[in-house]
């Protein structure tokens, strides 16, 4: 990762910005959104290998930044979503797309079968990632 970016700051232009855009590991929370309000079935577990490309990625940039290649001007973190029409699709999508980073244990996923039976009709399932923005200007 160091070496990429030290490609991104050999070509960008000086006091340039690279934008940082990423999902942050956290155990992300299953919810049950619904217009009779909102319930939390639980959280996914990190697996290593995330939490890997977590530590990864911020040892890079803390890399490059010692390196005196960007500095950081702004960073947050928000939320986004991910939405199902029923618990058996996200679980499926978890096992095929998340499956190196991301699982669903067997009772998060049973609350959410049940809660999500409970709701009202218009209730679906949604998992809340964190993500991290930050804004990065070249130096030098």
Known sequence: M?????????????????IDLRPVEDNWTVEIPSSSGLQIAGRLTDMPIGIADDEAAFAAMKEAES?????????????????????????????????????????????????????????????RVKMLITRWRKLK
């Open 2 to 18: 160091v070496h990429a970016l030290g490609e991104i700051h050999r070509t960008l232009k000086p006091n340039g910005t690279l």
């Open 67 to 127: 390196r005196g290649w960007f500095v950081r001007e702004k960073e947050e973190e928000f939320a986004f979503f991910y939405y199902w029409d029923r618990p058996s699709e996200m679980k499926e999508w978890i096992e095929e797309e998340w499956d190196t980073f991301e699982k669903i244990e067997e009772d998060v996923y049973r609350k959410t079968q049940a809660l999500w039976a409970s709701a009202n009709a218009d209730a679906r399932v949604r998992v």
